[in-house]
């Protein structure tokens, strides 16, 4: 009986120890987002943070044409759809680009809700707050570009009521998402942003790492696209003060297949998507040909953006990043849209200044004769001329087609696929894309309308 | 009549002089002496019988003075002992152990040896004899064919997976928890040797399984090894055998005709399927055919000489020259011989096991075991038994199969060939473009064509094993029916792999080849990734250690009886790996090459830049778990058993709060062994015991966990140098653990002469709190779905075992066993967010969440013919005819409007054995059977056909003009192609087939050498024996004769068939 005793002792011994023989982790990668470690390790995750943007307005848009061969080749009518601006049907079901928008907007909640539990100290500060800023730049970013594709331009007439993107602000994926108005869209955009300036360090530690510049970038954007032109030549200017660098297109192999490198001077913040869709792979997006006309002889980007198929078409082959379109931060568009922001304020030379400064960098060394203009409007026809030509294939254009037309610009697109033609005139309703069609029925957010 | 009654009267005189004088006497084992307590002795011929006592004693009032006593005892032979009394010396009777009976009847449960008669649960026992009817390298594959309440479920996982008792559970893990002796296997189960085996037991309800806690709810299969046994002489055991498994017959496989493929591709080349391709940059590769077609338009070839040259292709067939020049046949050799001893104090068992397999592709494996056993009576209270289980396996890589030569990594072309017509191997169509290849390197690069008959030499695969498992355990006896165990098991396995693609290699040489840059001065090769071999190593380790102390109570008072143990248990099971790779590897030297990872290098294809991958892994793992269990059994007179176990667990499941770890499981159970009752006088049903059970058991899931928690990469960016981390769970603090009741009602019993033996049981189950998979709006960030505990099913079924001796004769006897089990779940409750019909379409089967139907239902489109003008497959929109597929695969048809067919599970299933024996010539013949269940076929996907090949035989039937539409259900070729066509297509109720089939598992055939007839034979049995398993279907109810079990597979090949031949000898 003793023993017995003895034998209970050791278990009642033994038991209480259990708890930190149950602490160790079961897998030694897992942890808990807890340190600014962690949390920075997230945001370093740039497969995710920077490389899942949305492609579907560059392919709605008038840079590129497929030949009748190529878009029957297609493999899913979604992509088919997507080239006819079909009112629905747009996204096959479960994994498209709206889904593959969002994850880095939970990353951001995620960070954001992380924070305030770490104590920020005078030895951490400066990290702390670099991570606080990339959490709102990232967030900031996903729901520009989900705008610029599913929402309809920023109009301050309409803005209040159109239909905007999900604000997704929470880790709470229980939360029913809803359709805020597209003002409150770009407001939480621009708050965000202009929060994140001064948290972020001034210039780029790395391309695939947002900086103050690239913030101040993203706002002339947002500015830009919502047409308060002002504010995009600020922050446009307050860019360009951090990061002025051009890349000389004469320093280029010509020869290359694809001329330009990753991360070049002229990257602020590098974006694109790795699964970009099949309609926009070079073997079959074709330059339209009036946009490749409009390249002279001397401009550099003739031969270093485009490469000749064989058949009398090109190819676009110059894209900042690994893949087109390249959707990232550079310092050309910050060029134009200071250009562009000061044409329309009637500051001609300021405006001129800044083209010229960015042609003479892609024109062949000693032809590059300075552009002119009599008068603000014939300057800021031509700032938007080589804003076409410099941000092709840059996730730029849908936007600019809509914000133009909203300036009373005109622009109708036209596609004709086996014969038949295809127009999106101004101010079509579908200039915002339907959203998915399983997302509507799963969170029964009202559709754009058609 | 009258005589009769003077005979009876003349009788009855003598006995009337003995009435006063009770038989004493003792019952006892034949071989230990030990004695046998609660054995039956009975007077023949009259009502008088009795038990024995505790020390195996008996007393019985006897009325003739030369009775003729019956003395039974489960698990014993039965004597009938004829008396002269008075007793001239101390009755001592000695029961023989009924070796088949004895194993038939005793459990157990991994804890604790369960005698039947106290046993609450429901267990189902395979003996020894039973398994080795079938011959094999595992224990487990056994099982399918013989275990009762167990299946192999192929209908919802290709691999398949055991379950026992249907399912438990939805989304959590669906494995049932494998024990062997006393502890979880932690190692391969591929380790343990068949012939160590003795017997194995399924542990199917609550009461039998609950004293394993968090990880019995999917059922426990407990495997006993063999052991030596005391008192026993020197036994030697030897057994080997040969199975030579025939060749795959690949006609099954859906392949299109080359003329079939060879048409489509032209359509498609006119069509311009093909333009962006051809003028890629890419160079990805086009088949032979598509090149032809190029170089007839661009003027390299003349018309006839392509055309000839496709006439040729038309009639090629690549499953011949896989036939031919790959598949062979299987040869597996097994050899094992074990030694057994024991005296007073001391019992042991040595075993060793060989191995040794070759597959129909001639991957190789071999297995090494060696078992030592040894249990040594050191006091007279106390036991102590060591262990030793060594296990050392060898795998190589073999030939490539069908579907492994692969093009694109995708599909390969119908019109492949291997060989020309002398043999002389030919190189197949792999990733890059042959013109472009043969053009670009001006023959400064590394070959690059791709033999799939060398390349398999060149690129070979191998793994050791070795699996080290030592356990020690402490039996001391205490007084008053007390004892006292301690056990303690340590393994380890480590596992070396190794994956050689070497300099000759294709998969070596193309990347070497892709990463070269031409010094467009020298047009010179400069390398960034080394010329040589790539060589992978890994190895993974795994260490567990499980301790455990557990008091044991065993005791008999007056009518009442007492078995009872309560324990505690650790375990921890830790698993680290690493990978390593080596660019440029040359094993001649063993030198290896230096390569820059963190630099993009330019790609000779297009000239983009790209990262050459590391392949650096590195890992670890760790479980573990503390138990407190405990489980007692009251039995008052033998007749009436109560039984309750209760345990509770914790583990160390990331990011569960200390008090959610703790999870209380117990059971009750309830006994009556009716056939002893005085007022039972069924004689033709001597036993008859009535069982129920009812319990609580969880199901965990280490996986998942209830904060957001996040995985690290393994290796830093090689852009910004930092660490990156994904999240591996999102944050779900109502995750709890999943529950599952059980109801048992189980009826054992025996007819007279044991002329049929049996079980039959019913079941009920009911799981709450399951895990389950929700659709989420993806708007969320977090991916399609999340698993939540949003699910409640229930299922309810029964097992009936049965053996029964039809025909005994001493020269010729004729058994049957039946296995037949009828298991239904449904769902109580589930979470739908969406009820698209889509959602509940699919290919593969999914968890339908229908309240009400089976976990996983097949349902389908309805279907309402091919369109008659062009063959497009229409479905039902509004009930009309309709093919606006985004409409048919969107909210339009909801789940209402879908055809339910049933489970895709097998509702009823078992097994059928029958053994004949004449003299020493035994025959068994086993089929198995799956019934009450459907599968969805497999059709032409054209989508799929045009991106990937991927081929259909369908294709031959498709609707080709108005009319078809009469005569086939497959849709015509549409370009281009729509995948919602080809998906609604897929999902249409015209492709899905009952899956109910039997099928002819084996045949065996033995021989026994005994020394009776062969005297002078110097062993004492020898068996000599045939088997023939997996000899296909006798019955399927589709009526294309396609084999359900292997329709989810990529290619539905049915096992091929094996004939064994061996040899089992003792002495």
């Not at chain 2, 059980?742 to 709450?768: C, H, I, Q, W």
């Amino acid at each position: 009986m003793k023993r017995l005793y003895l034998l209970l002792s050791f278990l009642l011994l033994v038991l209480p120890g259990c708890d930190s023989f149950l602490d160790d982790k079961p897998d030694q990668k897992l942890a808990v987002p807890a340190t600014l470690a962690d949390l920075q390790a997230l945001l370093n995750e740039h497969d995710r943070m920077n490389h899942e943007v949305p492609n579907v307005g560059e392919i709605s848009a008038d840079n590129f044409y497929l030949t009748d061969a190529d878009w029957a080749a297609l493999p899913n009518e979604q992509e088919r759809n997507q080239y006819v601006w079909a009112p629905e049907n747009l996204f096959p079901p479960q994994d498209n680009e709206w889904r593959r928008n969002f994850p880095p907007v939970y990353v951001a909640a995620t960070v954001l809700e992380t924070l305030p539990a770490i104590p920020r100290t005078p030895a951490n500060a400066q990290v702390w707050d670099e991570v606080k800023g990339q959490a709102l730049y990232y967030r900031a970013h996903q729901l520009l570009q989900a705008a610029f594709v599913w929402a309809l331009a920023y109009d301050t007439e309409t803005a209040s009521t159109d239909l905007g993107i999900p604000l997704r602000l929470t880790t709470n994926f229980n939360e029913r998402s809803t359709r805020p108005s597209v003002q409150d869209t770009y407001d939480r955009i621009l708050l965000d942003l202009e929060e994140a300036v001064p948290l972020l360090p001034p210039t780029r530690l790395h391309a695939l790492r947002p900086s103050r510049a690239a913030a101040h970038a993203l706002l002339a954007r947002t500015c830009l696209a919502m047409r308060k032109y002002a504010e995009a030549g600020q922050h446009a200017d307050a860019g360009l003060q951090l990061q002025p660098a051009l890349l000389d297109y004469n320093t280029l192999d010509t020869a290359a297949n694809y001329p330009f490198q990753r991360f070049n001077p002229e990257v602020i913040t590098e974006h694109f998507s790795w699964g970009v869709s099949l309609t926009l792979r070079e073997n079959i997006a074709r330059v339209t040909p009036a946009l490749y006309a409009s390249y002279e002889k001397n401009d550099l980007r003739r031969s270093v953006f485009f490469r000749p198929n064989g058949d009398g078409s090109y190819a676009f082959q110059g894209s900042y990043g690994n893949d087109s379109p390249f959707g990232g931060l550079a310092t050309d568009e910050l060029y134009l849209t200071r250009a562009e922001a000061t044409a329309r304020a009637g500051r001609v030379q300021e405006a001129l200044q800044d083209l010229n400064t960015l042609l003479a960098t892609r024109w062949r060394r000693g032809t590059f004769v300075p552009f002119t203009a009599q008068n603000a409007q014939e300057a800021l026809a031509l700032i938007l001329q080589e804003r076409r030509k410099q941000l092709l294939q840059r996730n730029l254009r849908w936007m600019d087609i809509k914000r133009l037309n909203k300036e009373g610009a005109g622009i109708t697109l036209q596609r004709t696929v086996q014969g038949r033609t295809y127009t999106l005139p101004p101010h079509d309703k579908r200039f915002a894309l339907p959203l998915p069609e399983d997302v509507i029925a799963l969170s029964g957010m009202p559709q754009n309308p058609r | 009549m009258n005589r009769i009654l003077l005979l009876l009267s003349f009788l009855c005189l003598p006995s009337l002089a003995w009435a006063q004088q009770p038989v004493r006497g003792r019952v006892v084992d034949a071989a230990d002496k030990r004695p046998l307590p609660g054995a039956s002795v009975a007077v023949k011929n009259t009502k008088t019988g009795t038990l024995t006592d505790a020390e195996g004693y008996f007393e019985l009032p006897v009325l003739s003075p030369n009775p003729v006593l019956l003395v039974s005892f489960l698990g014993y032979t039965p004597q009938e002992i004829s008396l002269q009394l008075p007793l001239t010396a101390p009755l001592v009777i000695s029961l023989r152990q009924n070796e088949t009976r004895l194993r038939e009847v005793e459990v157990s449960t991994g804890y604790q040896q369960l005698p039947p008669e106290r046993a609450t649960g429901s267990f189902a026992r395979v003996s020894e004899e039973r398994l080795n009817e079938q011959v094999s390298t595992g224990v487990l594959s056994r099982l399918e064919a013989v275990a009762n309440g167990l299946t192999v479920d192929r209908g919802t996982d290709a691999r398949g997976r055991l379950t026992v008792r249907g399912l438990s559970t939805i989304q959590g893990p669906r494995d049932p928890l494998i024990v062997v002796d006393n502890f979880p296997y932690e190692g391969d189960l591929n380790n343990l040797n068949p012939n160590d085996v003795e017997s194995v037991t399924v542990l199917k309800d609550a009461a039998a399984a609950s004293i394993w806690g968090a990880r019995a709810g999917n059922g426990v299969i407990v495997i006993t090894t063999k052991k030596g046994r005391f008192n026993q002489p020197l036994r030697v055991a030897f057994n080997t055998n040969t199975t030579i498994t025939g060749k795959p017959d690949l006609s099954h496989i859906p392949q299109m005709t080359s003329a079939d493929f060879i048409d489509m591709e032209r359509m498609l080349y006119e069509r311009g399927f093909y333009n962006s391709q051809i003028s890629s940059t890419n160079r990805t590769a086009l088949t032979p055919v598509v090149e032809l077609l190029v170089q007839r338009a661009d003027g390299t070839r003349s018309e006839q000489e392509v055309e000839a040259e496709l006439q040729a292709l038309r009639g090629l067939d690549v499953r011949d020259d896989f036939d031919r020049y790959l598949y062979g046949t299987g040869v597996n050799q097994q050899y094992s011989l074990s030694l057994s001893g024991g005296s007073a104090s001391n019992s042991w068992l040595l075993s060793s096991g060989y191995d040794r397999n070759r597959d129909h592709l001639d991957a190789g494996y071999s297995r090494l075991n060696l078992r030592f056993q040894n249990t040594l009576r050191l006091l007279k209270r106390l036991e102590i038994t060591t262990g030793m289980y060594y296990t050392q396996s060898h795998s190589s890589s073999g030939k490539p199969g069908y579907g492994e030569v692969t093009m694109l990594n995708g599909n390969l072309y119908p019109y492949a060939r291997f060989a020309d017509g002398a043999g002389n191997p030919l190189p197949v169509v792999k990733d890059y473009r042959q013109p472009w290849r043969e053009a670009v390197g001006n023959g400064r690069l590394l070959d690059w064509d791709y033999y799939p008959l060398e390349d398999y030499r060149h690129s070979r695969g191998s793994s050791d094993l070795q699996d080290v498992l030592a356990n020690a355990g402490l039996h001391y006896t205490l007084p008053g029916g007390l004892s006292a165990d301690l056990r303690y098991q340590y393994e380890r396995q480590q596992t070396d792999s190794e994956q050689l693609a070497d300099a000759q290699s294709f998969a070596a040489r193309s990347l070497v080849n892709l990463y070269t840059r031409l010094d467009p001065a020298t047009g010179n090769p400069v390398y960034a990734v080394p010329v040589g071999g790539i060589l992978d190593l890994g190895h993974s380790t795994l260490e567990a250690h499980s301790a455990r102390g557990q008091l044991n109570l065993d005791r008999a008072f007056g009518q009442h009886a007492v078995t009872a143990i309560a324990g505690a248990e650790l375990r921890s099971t830790a698993a680290t790996g690493s990978g390593t790779r080596y660019y440029g590897y040359d094993a001649g030297n063993l030198t290896f090459g230096q390569v820059d990872h963190n630099t993009p290098h330019q790609l000779l294809t297009n000239g983009r830049t790209a990262l050459i991958v590391p392949g650096n892994t590195l890992q670890s793992t760790l479980s573990r778990f503390v138990s407190l269990y405990g489980n007692a059994a009251y039995t008052f007179r033998e007749r009436y058993t109560l039984s309750a176990s209760a345990r509770r667990d914790a583990s160390n499941l990331f990011g569960v709060l200390a008090n959610d770890r703790w999870k209380p499981l117990w059971s009750t159970g309830l006994a009556w062994n009716l056939s002893e009752e005085k007022f039972y006088r069924v004689d033709l049903l001597p036993l008859l015991r009535l069982r129920t059970s009812y319990g609580f058991s969880g199901n965990v899931d280490q996986r998942r966990t209830a904060v957001t928690t996040l995985s690290y990469r393994p290796n830093v960016s090689p852009f910004t140098g930092s660490p990156m981390a994904i999240f591996s769970n999102y944050a779900n603090p109502e995750l709890r653990w999943e529950t599952s009741r059980m109801f048992n009602l189980g009826l054992d019993f025996s007819f007279r002469g044991e002329r049929v033996t049996g079980s039959l049981a019913y079941y009920r189950k009911k799981g709450t709190d399951l895990f389950g998979r929700e659709l989420v709006d993806y708007t969320s960030g977090i991916g399609n779905s999340i698993t939540k505990n949003v699910a409640g099913m229930a299922g309810s079924g029964v097992d009936l075992e049965l053996d029964t001796r039809n025909i005994e004769t001493p020269r010729f006897t004729w058994r049957t066993h039946l296995n037949l089990s009828h298991s239904r779940d449904k769902i109580l409750e589930y979470y739908l967010s969406d009820l698209r019909g889509s959602s509940f379409v699919s290919s593969s089967p999914l968890v339908s969440g229908i309240v009400g139907k089976p976990v996983f239902s097949v349902l389908s489109y309805r279907w309402a013919g091919l369109d008659p003008a062009t063959g497009d497959p229409q479905g039902y929109l509004d009930g009309a005819p309709g093919k606006d597929y985004a409409a048919l695969l969107g909210t339009d048809v909801q789940l209402e409007d879908l055809r339910f067919h049933g489970s895709a599970i097998p509702t009823f299933f078992g097994s059928l054995g029958n053994t004949v024996t004449l003299g020493h010539l035994s025959l068994t013949a086993r089929l198995t059977y799956k019934l009450g269940y459907y599968f969805r076929r497999s059709s032409v996907n054209y989508n799929l056909l045009y991106r990937n090949g991927t081929m259909h035989a369908d294709f031959a039937d498709r609707w080709q003009q108005p009319g078809d539409e009469a005569l086939t259900d497959v849709p015509s070729m549409n370009y281009p192609a729509v995948a919602n066509r080809d998906t609604f297509y897929a999902g249409a109720e015209v492709l899905v087939e009952r899956a109910d089939h039997v099928r002819l598992q084996y045949v065996t055939a033995s021989y026994d050498f005994t020394k009776d007839t062969f005297r002078g034979l110097p062993f004492q049995s020898l068996q000599a024996y045939l088997n023939a398993s997996n000899l296909g279907l006798l019955w399927a109810a589709n009526k294309r004769g396609l084999d359900p079990d292997v329709q989810l597979n990529r290619f539905p090949l049915p096992v091929a068939r094996s004939y064994a031949i061996g040899l089992r000898a003792s002495f």
